[in-house]
């Protein structure tokens, strides 16, 4: 018999949106899922036709669920349980934050990558570097 209503946490998990299912627990309990408009906590139970959106900075996604299942499913199987209708500003957003190449990094968030480093070196090199004119010939050192 096919269940009517299912955890929103096992859901969310099964349906492959988040890799385990202490990841969706922790997303529902930061306010990051949810439903109509309002945050959800993991036990809240979801049924066919429920709308979700799910903030995975920098976009927030939204799904409908067509179909319940409390065990994790292969990626192939996904499409019969979920439709996505993340509106298509938030790609944008999404494309708009890879073009730009900017890697935002909160203070003690770890060292530079050696690329960074090497990044950052070029630009403090190019920025700063000027040609000391030579003030005396080599021939008036004694």
Known sequence: MAKEEVRIDKWLWAVRIFKTRTQAVEACKKGRVEMKGVAVKPSRTVKVGDEISVRKPPITYTFR????????????????????????????????????????????????????GRELKAFIESEYSFDIPELWDEEDDI
Do not use: H
């Open 65 to 116: 669920v067509l179909a319940l299942s409390e065990n994790r499913m292969g990626a192939k199987l996904v499409p019969e349980f979920l439709e996505n209708i993340t509106p298509q500003e938030q790609y944008d957003i999404l494309e708009m934050s890879r073009i730009s190449g900017f890697v935002a990094r909160n203070k003690g968030m770890g060292r530079p990558t050696k690329r960074e």
